[in-house]
């Protein structure tokens, strides 16, 4: 990671040993944290913008080694950091700037505790200064809220899910210790919105929460798995038959950093859409050289069950088929496409099928500067992982999905990061389905280029829950940890009066112009093209208009955002801008005022819900036009609709 304008400032303060109260704010003055550390407990409040939004919250960590209770204080010290961050992939802009207020307290026990205060938000996190090996009992985490505040829960049946969740509006107090949700989630205050999850996990196990007692949410573990076995006739899901008694063995003698909680706070519902807190707060990068990682879109096949027509041999799982993904993508400029389920022998991820002839479709896809994914299931790679991840790159492979882990107890964690880096190795992309959320690894290893962990368009296989409301839910909370690979650009659209179920020729919920603008307001440095090439060549000025949308972007700025109502976002790429509208189950009409732009004449390109898409949401209607940043104009949606903008300067 390039690093510029560093700067920090280290203060040493000596206190007393009975300091109890210390307090730290933000750059801006407007967040404040008070720590408490008095009677061996670690409590404290968050006030934002002067309304206090946490009150005697607990955080406290158990280890196996230290028997006396509590943890007991000894010093403290603050500092202050300012850089510029450049990614390696930059999902919402070219340069970050990290700018913070830390306070490390630091306890007898070789323990330390450490806030950081930012403009956007409060983090703090454990570490231990021993070099010693750690068994972590349990990490006592009490979110104590001021008032009964309304959350948006993400609820889980067990610790044994893919975190493919809706977010349920509820009130704190009507959770319980039985209502287990993963991360992140959001709790909206009268005043502000704050979004709870967790960056920086290695080594350790996701942090999950479940209700408690006078507004409050209590976190909890997976503790280590001891014995997991699949299901019978499964090669993918499995039973966990038993646990330990811990949550986190780390038996390297080394100093230890545990994960930061975060918590994101905002003022405005478009601060959420900027939020950089989880890779800030990130492990730094771990590759050498990271030169090679390409971000890109996917002609991807198992969404729309290889439905291809017009064509002169027989779609499925074939050659022929996937000759014809890389013929579509090479015409549109697409950089990969992914071969799912069914390319090998379930079993034996080297063991290609017979209809496929993997080494042809490579070479081919390289002719026409297209390249190939391939799909694998977790359990099946990793025994061999290192030897296969290899023959793969032999082959001229240029990534792998790596699907139905399901869990993030400390094992499997550990998994993630040994793909990542097996993967970085030799040089493939990685994107995890059947996943937890992201949680800091894509900062260490840019090659894990985006995850599921997200209620996507596939659910429309099976169920009729992704709505424009959904849609409209995810980047306030998922997206802000990190990217998600939600799947959009559905050809066959519908309103929900219209909407069917259909597992093998699936549809969207909303209009065709809401798919395409999923392109620019949805993150996720590798896009999925999830239907039919047929479908994506019958509809040629879609298509298009799509295959010239960027997946990764220089800046980001969010015109206007009302969470479950609309969102406004215009992204820039180079010179090129391009603006995506999403709004809900209302039709309505929003004013755009160009002035982001810089002077100059340009080349609008819109694709707008059709006059008659309130009724046939496939209608759409391409506008072009000249601008500049003096054009102020309005935009109509259609109920479930969308707008999408490309804007190019002209000579």
């Known amino acids: 990671m390039r690093k510029i304008l560093f700067f920090t400032v280290f203060t040493c303060l000596v206190f007393p040993a009975m300091a109890q109260v210390i307090e730290i704010s933000s750059p801006d003055k407007n967040i404040t944290v008070r720590v408490n550390t008095a009677s061996g407990k670690v409590q404290y409040d968050v006030l934002s913008h002067q309304e206090l939004i946490i009150s005697q919250a607990s955080a406290g960590i158990h280890l196996a080694d230290i028997t006396n209770n509590g943890l007991h204080y000894q010093s403290h010290n603050v500092s202050s950091t300012t850089r510029t961050i450049t990614p390696v992939v930059q999902q919402k802009s070219q340069h970050i700037i990290e700018h913070y207020n830390q306070l490390t307290i630091r306890f007898l026990q070789h323990i330390l505790l450490e806030f950081r205060v930012f403009n956007e938000g409060v983090a703090y996190r454990f570490r231990s200064d021993a070099a010693r090996e750690l068994t972590v009992l349990n990490e006592e985490m009490t979110l104590a809220f001021n008032e009964n505040y309304k959350v948006f829960y993400p609820k889980e049946k067990s610790f044994y899910s893919h975190n493919e969740r809706a977010y349920l509006p509820t009130r704190l107090n009507q959770l319980t210790e039985q209502d287990l949700a993963s991360l992140p989630l959001l709790v909206q205050t009268p005043k502000q919105k704050i ?200 082959w001229g492979v240029k990534g792998i999905k790596v699907d139905f882990m399901q869990r993030d107890d400390q094992a499997m964690v550990q998994y993630y990061w040994r793909v990542a880096k097996v993967a970085a190795d030799n040089k493939l992309l990685v994107n995890f389905h059947g996943s937890y959320k992201p949680a800091g690894l894509r900062r260490t290893y840019p090659n894990v280029i985006t995850r599921e962990g997200v209620r996507g368009l596939e659910h429309n296989k099976w169920a009729d829950y992704i709505t424009s409301k959904h849609n409209l839910t995810l980047p306030f909370i998922r997206m802000l940890a990190g990217p998600m690979d939600y799947t959009p650009g559905a050809m066959v659209n519908s309103q929900p009066e219209n909407f069917s179920v259909s597992f093998n020729r699936p549809m969207s919920k909303t209009t065709r112009a809401h798919q395409i603008a999923l392109y620019i307001v949805f993150e996720s440095p590798l896009q999925m093209l999830a239907d039919s090439p047929s479908n994506y060549l019958a509809n040629k000025p879609s298509t298009e208009f799509i295959s010239h949308i960027p997946t990764v972007w220089d800046e980001t700025q969010v015109l206007s955002a009302k969470f479950q109502d609309h969102i406004i976002t215009a992204r820039r790429s180079d010179k090129a801008w391009y603006i995506g509208i999403m709004g809900n189950e209302q039709a309505r009409t929003f004013d755009l005022d160009l002035n982001f732009l810089s002077a100059g004449r340009y080349q609008l390109t819109s694709m707008a819900d059709g006059i008659n898409a309130d009724k046939y949401a496939s209608d759409i209607r391409q506008d072009i036009t000249t601008v500049t940043k003096q054009s102020k104009f309005s935009v109509t949606l259609a109920p479930n609709g969308g707008w999408a903008a490309r804007i190019v300067p002209l000579p």
């Open 195 to 394: 979004v709870f999850t967790e960056t920086a996990l290695h080594d350790y196990p996701g942090l999950w929460v479940v209700g408690g007692n006078n507004h409050s949410l209590s976190g909890v573990h997976p503790k280590r798995v001891k014995v997991a076995q699949l299901k019978p006739g499964s090669d993918r899901n499995q039973d966990i038959k038993q646990r330990y008694d811990d949550i986190a063995k780390q038996t390297s003698k080394q100093k230890k950093d545990f994960p930061w909680r975060i918590f994101a706070i905002s003022q405005t519902d478009e601060q959420l859409l900027t939020n950089e807190l989880s890779f800030l707060l990130a492990n730094e990068l771990a590759i050498e050289d990271p030169s090679w990682i390409k971000p890109g879109k996917v002609a991807w096949d198992w969404w729309n069950a290889n439905n291809l027509y017009g064509v002169d041999f027989k779609a499925g799982i074939n050659t022929q088929t996937y000759k014809h993904y890389i013929d579509f993508a090479a015409e549109y400029g697409i950089e990969y496409i992914i071969l799912d389920e069914g390319w090998y022998e379930l079993g034996d991820a080297l063991k290609i099928v017979p209809d496929i002839d993997l080494a042809h479709l490579i070479a081919y896809g390289q002719s026409k500067n297209v390249d190939i994914i391939l799909w694998v299931i977790w359990e099946t790679v990793a025994a061999d992982l290192e030897n296969i991840l290899a023959q793969y790159a032999d």
